[in-house]
């Protein structure tokens, strides 16, 4: 076996092993493309979590751990977008390990690390704050952008 194929089953196993004291049975979470991606809920949140490879800054190749959310398409009214842009701005700045983004529309909740620089209780910690802001957010910008159903 590889030395970087012995890594990733190390990754993988952590990945897993935090899952499990989220209370979460990790064999339910993964997905059937990747057994390198899980997903999971927090409430009606979903939760992306990941490894994919990345470039550090002395351009190595190294294992990233990324964990996301989709909040919501971004409002197609002129108005409410540029509101709801303004508003992501600035909830970002007041973000600590997490990052709002933008991807083909839609908002996004994520965080990424390098994985061999986090601890099991890093990773527990990610994965329940992304998971509490993505459900917190999800509410608050639905609540504020979405349009209402009319009742008929």
Known sequence: MSKSMKRLRRHIFFVEE???????????????????????????SQILVFLREGLSSSEDQKEVLVITSPIMPLPKDPAKRMQCLEQLMQLNHRLIRETLSIINDWIFISASNYIEFLTEEEVVSLLDSLSFYAHKFSIQFKEAYMPKPTPE
């Open 18 to 44: 935090a899952i499990q004291q989220m209370g979460i049975d990790p064999a339910l979470c993964r997905t059937k493309e990747s057994r390198i991606r899980w997903e999971m809920h927090r409430s009606d």
